[in-house]
């Protein structure tokens, strides 16, 4: 396992509502709020992972913000392509990877969240729907589930 030794930057990237912030705050240990609030540009916030300093930054995904993401993107050891594991968001995901993260050069992974509700894709479903790409089913409302977001970060950076 490869550790990381400087500050990693992991960026959380996906449409507006998705759940980025949600997922920050189970990742963080907060209590996620039910009531919606988007995040306005940009959201950074330290997180220790495998024991090293990470920031993990939170993009905001409203269209009016998207402008700013490749520079935002930047220099991310992890970009983090989250999704809200419904067929209608697929597209939009698809048109974030394509446009945004294929070709930075920066390891992808997704994560397919809000998988209590009813209907929702597997994780598997929408990996395939991504072509491929490495995707983690989540929920960020199930506080029990903070280890495994954890756990899930905590392996994708110690193999960048």
Same mark, same amino acid.
């Given at each position: 396992?490869?550790?990381?030794?400087?500050?990693?930057?992991?960026?959380?990237?996906?449409?507006?509502?998705?759940?980025?912030?949600?997922?920050?705050?189970?990742?963080?240990?907060?209590?996620?709020?039910?009531?919606?609030?988007?995040?306005?540009?940009?959201?950074?916030?330290?997180?220790?992972?495998?024991?090293?300093?990470?920031?993990?930054?939170?993009?905001? %995904?409203?269209?009016?913000?998207?402008?700013?993401?490749?520079?935002? $993107?930047? +220099? @991310?050891?992890? /970009?983090?392509? *989250?999704?809200?594991?419904?067929?209608?968001?697929?597209?939009?995901?698809?048109?974030?990877?394509?446009?945004?993260?294929?070709?930075? %050069?920066?390891?992808?992974?997704?994560?397919?969240?809000?998988?209590? $509700?009813? +209907? @929702?894709?597997? /994780?598997?479903? *929408?990996?395939?729907?991504?072509?491929?790409?490495?995707?983690?089913?989540?929920?960020?409302?199930?506080?029990?589930?903070?280890?495994?977001?954890?756990?899930?970060?905590?392996?994708?950076?110690?193999?960048?």
């Amino acid at each position: 396992m490869k550790v990381l030794t400087s500050k990693s930057k992991i960026c959380l990237i996906g449409e507006g509502g998705v759940g980025k912030t949600s997922l920050l705050s189970l990742l963080q240990g907060r209590e996620v709020l039910e009531k919606r609030v988007p995040t306005v540009g940009l959201e950074v916030e330290d997180s220790t992972l495998n024991g090293t300093n990470c920031s993990i930054w939170d993009l905001a %995904g409203q269209e009016r913000f998207k402008f700013m993401w490749q520079d935002f $993107l930047r +220099g @991310a050891g992890l /970009a983090v392509l *989250v999704c809200d594991s419904t067929d209608k968001n697929m597209d939009k995901t698809k048109e974030i990877y394509d446009r945004f993260i294929r070709n930075i %050069g920066t390891k992808i992974i997704a994560i397919a969240n809000k998988q209590d $509700l009813p +209907g @929702a894709l597997t /994780a598997q479903q *929408v990996q395939k729907k991504l072509g491929g790409i490495k995707t983690y089913g989540m929920s960020a409302i199930r506080p029990e589930l903070r280890q495994r977001m954890r756990e899930i970060l905590e392996y994708e950076t110690s193999t960048i």
